[in-house]
Nanobody, 116 residues
Framework: QVQLVESGGGLVQSGGSLRLSCAAS????????MAWYRQAPGKQRELVAR???????LYVDSVKGRFTISRDFAKNTVYLQMNSLKPGDTAVYYC??????????WGQGTQVTVSS
């Protein structure tokens, strides 16, 4: 089992930057993948970025070139660096861990609001 705690959300102006952090309760080295999802009001939760155990990353098209997912094994933490933020990026951002037996774990979410 893995507990995930997100932090780093907040209010930022369009064009600004934020870095989200997701601290895991245990070693993330052997976790299949970790990801960031987001959910805007009235919309379905969508995948934003994922990093696999081997280091491969993928991003939704709308954030490519602006967001970067990374991890720090020593801190059991995954990050999402978000640059050139747009009002359309406003959402609650959730950390996800996909572990053994394809079990998914979720954090409580952190609000990101981008003003125009």
């Amino acid at each position: 089992q893995v507990q995930l705690v997100e932090s780093g959300g907040g209010l930022v102006q369009s064009g600004g930057s934020l870095r989200l952090s997701c601290a895991a309760s245990r070693n993330i080295f052997n976790i299949n993948s970790m990801a960031w999802y987001r959910q805007a009001p009235g919309k379905q939760r969508e995948l934003v970025a994922r990093i696999f155990s081997g280091g491969f990353t993928l991003y939704v098209d709308s954030v490519k070139g602006r967001f970067t997912i990374s991890r720090d094994f020593a801190k059991n933490t995954v990050y999402l660096q978000m640059n050139s933020l747009k009002p359309g990026d406003t959402a609650v951002y959730y950390c996800n861990a996909n572990a053994a037996q394809n079990l998914d774990y979720w954090g409580q979410g952190t609000q990101v609001t981008v003003s125009s």
